[in-house]
């Protein structure tokens, strides 16, 4: 009988710790802009296109764009290099070839391609920030034709040729025709 309220002890002092009573931070409050960026993005990736969100929080709103510019092209840039990972992971698979130095390689330099080329100087698709407490949020919402990952592989002549003979390659291709038809019917708008 004596053990119980050695036990119920610590677990009330460990509730009582934890801040039941607490208010939530401003970081768990709904943000309806951020959800409004973020259902544009989800929009355009499941359409099969490339989408990235950069986020730049200043007092200047000036500042806080810039972040916000240089921020989504890195996203892209991670978002970029994840699907070629992950093309490489199922070309691979599916080949049942290993994955080496020089095909790694390849693939790399198609990101590289495609980092220069494509994301470094690309424009914004749409800019929104919202000021509170003197706090300037900017969300900044990249997108990507997928079509560009082809490109920069058909650069590898005799991977691209593997490639072509691949499942993964006709599901990126019903990814770019899907993304096409995506951004004609937004056109049509």
């Known amino acids: 009988m004596k053990k119980m309220p050695l036990f119920i002890l610590p677990a009330t002092l460990i509730v009582w710790i934890t801040g039941c009573t607490s208010a939530p931070s401003p970081e768990t409050l709904p943000q309806p802009l951020a959800a409004e960026m973020q259902t544009k993005a989800v929009g355009i990736i499941e359409a099969g296109g490339i989408a990235a969100i950069g986020l730049g929080e200043s007092q200047s709103l000036d500042l806080a764009l810039k972040k916000a510019h240089a921020n989504g092209r890195i996203e892209l840039a991670k978002t970029l290099q994840a699907k070629l990972n992950t093309l490489q992971d199922d070309f691979c698979l599916e080949t049942s070839l290993p994955r080496d130095e020089t095909r790694s390689g390849q693939f790399s330099d198609a990101a590289k391609i495609i980092i220069a080329e494509q994301i470094q100087d690309r424009p914004v698709q749409k800019i929104k920030y919202e000021t509170v407490d003197r706090t300037v949020t900017a969300y900044a919402l990249f997108e990507i034709d997928p079509n560009?990952?082809?490109n920069a592989l058909a650069k590898h002549e005799e991977l691209y040729t593997r490639l072509q003979k691949t499942e993964t390659f006709e599901r990126l291709e019903k990814e770019i025709k899907k993304y096409r038809a995506?951004?004609?019917?937004?056109?049509?708008?």
């Open 148 to 150: 560009v990952i082809t």
């Open 182 to 189: 995506y951004k004609t019917r937004r056109q049509g708008k």
